[in-house]
């Protein structure tokens, strides 16, 4: 990404365009072979059907309460940015498979128009061809339809990888879930990148290169996360929520977890308690549970609904 500007608001949802897209466009128009009309159409069907494309993920987003930032268009593609989204299988297919729902969808609508537009056969068609009403409409259906399956391609981050990875997520945890995801992904960027050193197409080796690095830092950041938690939980760790709430009433353990009755009780209500917990046995502080406690960023009181 070399730096973007805002373009349009569509939806309450800002459309940026990456640098990179506006050289695709100069780019393109100055190396276009045939009528540089069709050129500037092809690009603005393209842009459009990215954008719809990304919308779909946006406003699936949204249906889960996902903040959608924007949506910036760049020589790749297209790229919805969310706030975070949920570690969440169900939550992962279907904000993924939106944006693919939408470019198939449009290719079923406009089907009927591009037979109703008095082709004779689709061999009638030049892919390129926009001068027609016919050319158009074909191009429209063939770009949507090359836009929906080349996204399902299961290799992550794109969307059929997410789909995969929500897939393994439902098996497996979704650190693991990601790991696999991104071990299939890179199969594939590999063999996008020799593919496109092979034929010379180097976009091909490009995306190649976009899905290995993106993978990557998707895992990174899934790790990330997960240390985090980790390093809360031990922070807070064996101390125990219930214990942090300076409140000794009685509590109720998983089973097996050895609740008994305080043996040394002078409780008359002989209420069970856990007897590992210092707090609930009217002991004080241990030098380690207040060590932890100092450490412990964040409110140590849960609100409780227990009047008595
Ligand atoms: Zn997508």
């Known amino acids: 990404m070399f730096g973007s500007f805002p373009i349009a608001r569509v939806f309450g949802t800002t459309v940026r365009i990456d640098l990179s897209w506006v050289l695709l466009v100069i780019g393109t128009a100055a190396l276009w072979p045939g009528d540089p009309l069709a050129a500037v159409i092809n690009l603005l069907l393209l842009f459009t059907l990215v954008t719809l494309h990304e919308l779909g993920h946006t406003l699936a987003a949204r249906y889960f309460k996902i903040e959608v930032l924007d949506i910036t268009l760049w020589f790749l593609g297209g790229m919805a940015r969310m ?6 299988p169900k939550v992962e297919a279907v904000v993924a ?3 693919p729902a939408v470019n198939f969808l449009l290719a079923a609508l406009a089907l009927p128009f591009l037979l109703a537009s008095g ?3 689709m061999s009638d068609i030049a892919p390129n061809a926009t001068a027609t009403l016919a050319g158009l409409l074909a191009n429209f259906i063939l770009i949507n339809l090359f836009m929906g399956a080349s996204n399902l391609l299961p290799a992550f981050p794109m969307d059929g990888g997410r789909v995969f990875r929500a897939l393994c997520g439902v098996f497996t945890d979704w650190l693991n879930a990601t790991r696999i995801a991104a071990g299939v992904g ?4 590999a063999g996008l990148i020799v593919l496109g050193f092979v034929s010379r197409q180097w976009s091909i080796a490009a995306v190649g290169l976009f899905v290995w690095l993106a993978g990557s830092r998707e895992l990174w950041a899934v790790r990330m996360r997960r240390m985090q938690q980790q390093m809360r939980e031990q922070t807070f760790g064996g101390l125990g929520e219930r214990a942090a709430t300076f409140t000794p009433v ?14 040394s009780g ?10 590992d917990n210092p707090l609930a046995q009217g002991r004080a502080l241990d030098d380690e549970a207040v060590r932890r406690l100092e ?14």
Do not use: H
């Open 266 to 275: 002078d409780d008359p209500s002989g209420a069970r308690r856990p007897s």
């Open 83 to 88: 706030r975070e989204i949920p570690e969440n």
């Open 119 to 121: 082709i004779a056969s």
């Open 295 to 308: 450490q412990f960023r964040g409110s140590i009181r849960k609100p409780r609904d227990s009047q008595d």
């Open 250 to 263: 009685e509590t109720e353990e998983p089973a097996g977890s050895g609740t008994k009755t305080d043996p």
């Open 186 to 189: 890179k199969l594939f960027a």
């Open 97 to 99: 498979l939106a944006g």
